[in-house]
């Protein structure tokens, strides 16, 4: 089985999430880029507990495109400290593998 890569993160907006969607499939840096519902998160900000509405994107790339998929996140992500998880999995269709792999190239 191939590998691929997901990276979640999560953000305030739903056109901050369609903007960092869209500049990542556009950059080569994610063969696709999936928006998910709100999501309600409570958390711990500068010693208060927090609770805000957010929206998770969801990134489907190439290994070797994780760390400039990464740096583009940081830079780009409205927040202060970013939520930028990534998770190696393996694909279960080889062909969906070699897809994400041939969209990632620049």
């Known amino acids: 089985m191939e590998q691929i890569c997901v990276v979640t993160t ?27 519902g709100q999501v309600d998160s409570t958390y711990w900000w ?4 927090e609770t805000t ?3 998770s994107v969801q990134f489907k790339t190439a290994p070797d495109r ?6 583009q996140l940081r830079v780009n992500h409205p927040y202060e400290v970013p939520e930028i998880l990534v998770t190696r ?3 279960g ?11 990632t190239r620049p």
């Open 53 to 55: 509405t957010e929206w």
């Open 46 to 49: 500068r010693s208060a507990i």
């Open 93 to 103: 269709n080889p062909d969906y593998a070699a897809w994400v792999h041939e969209q």
């Open 10 to 36: 999560v953000v305030d907006g739903r056109r901050v999430a369609d903007v960092l969607a869209a500049a990542a499939v556009a950059g080569r840096l994610a063969a696709c880029a999936q928006i998910g």
């Open 89 to 91: 999995v393996e694909s």
């Open 66 to 71: 994780v760390a400039a998929l990464v740096d």
